[in-house]
């Protein structure tokens, strides 16, 4: 008998904010994001100017779940048993010959460490979040330029690639009006993020109305954190929840201990001193799992109350909330629209002055699925010595149905279903597409022709 899952039997129901309950314009942000690294490498570091130029199709580059093996260069998508499905050298394809004489028929030599905890070293990088993958790109051109003009054979770009990074979403940018990217988003809300439509704003507040404590932990600070929520929910945006965290910093939220990261009050957006405990509802700043659990289960009056937890990162929320914290999770997968999404026919013979709108189309698609990578969830292994290729699921397929209770495109997609559905969760025993709502991604399914890989 399948097991389901069901809002109703939660007492707490969490969120994380950026692409989860705020869904982005991804066109727009992938190259604003882009742009605002590239800007700082060529700026502050010197590296070659091309790389601010984007052509507009570049971006089906980006595809979650790619691994940066950094020290070479390289872009690995992984099966699920580690082995390498496709590579790129900088943003250059190998040929299955070249991935067999670097990488062999065998687990990756990192394959343990990253799909023990989910996570990245300084060899590595796994790149699963809309706010990193345009870097993927950017890492990719890089190298493409190095081998250009020094020909190195092992890479070190990788601390000035942190340098852009903490340069720009450093805690305090969006206060001093630094870097390219909060200043952007600052004058521009409606460019790059998409309104929260109206079920959903309904579905939060039945959620509260049916007795739920509603959460919202973002890493993002409190001063982005209220731009987007006063632009996606309106200025009350503060009565959906009882407890908000920012600057959470997960990870680490779910797998430090009190001393390590306490919990801290915030005064005109400045973080005060650590709190030995949580004692009530309300807005707070980085914090851990445990003393929040505490304070949920004085809330609720319950031993253990249960938490679902909402959330698009397997690395930040989805994998840690169920490994660490035991958690409900729902995994945020955009790539599920894939197979809705479609160029428009009418484009094809639009006139060139008309293109425009029709290359933000391309983006859109491509973002999706990529035709560089293929399908997120499936790959074609090739045989060896003229064994037939065979199907198989990749990494990123396999940690959804490993860590996630469900997996749905948006949160629009069951707000206007009741609290009482019941949802066929993932489990060992069950198909491996149970779990994904409302429907599994094409790639999944049995019927061969509906794999589309090229």
Known sequence: ????????????????LDHTLCRYHLPQSARLIYDSFAQYLVTEKGYDEDLLILAPDSLDFCCKGLVLDIEEGNFLKLAEDGTVLRASHGTKSMTFEEILEI??????????????????TAKYYLYDNYFDLPGALLCARVVDSLDQHDGQKK???????????????????????CGTYFPEVKNHPDKYLQRCPESVKKWLKQLKNAGKILLLITSSHSDYCRLLCEHILGNDFEDY???????????????LTPNQRPFRTLENDEEQEALLSLDKPGWYSQGNAIQLYDLLKKMTGKLDPKVVYFGDSMHSDIFPAHHYSNWETVFILEELLGDKVTVPAKAESEPLEK?????????????????QWGSFFMDRLPGLENAEETLVHTWSCKCISTYSTIAIPSLESIADLPLDYRFTRFSSNSSATAG????????LLPNEDSVTMK
């Not at 908000?244 to 939220?253: E, R, S, Y």
């Not at 994904?436 to 790639?443: D, G, K, N, Q």
């Open 1 to 16: 008998m399948q097991q389901h899952f069901s809002l109703a039997d939660c007492d707490v129901v969490g969120f994380d």
């Open 103 to 120: 990488y062999g028929r065998r687990e990756w030599k990192h394959f343990n460490t990253v799909s023990g905890m989910v996570s990245r």
């Open 155 to 177: 890479y070190d770009f990788w601390k000035d690639m942190v340098a852009a990074i903490q340069h720009n979403y450093k805690i305090s940018a969006f206060k001093e009006d």
């Open 241 to 255: 929840f009882d407890i908000l965290i920012t600057n959470a910093l997960k990870p680490g939220f779910f797998c």
């Open 355 to 371: 293109k425009g709108k029709y290359e933000e189309d391309q983006l859109k698609v491509l973002y999706f699925e990529s035709k």
């Open 436 to 443: 994904y709502f409302p429907s599994p991604p094409r790639a």
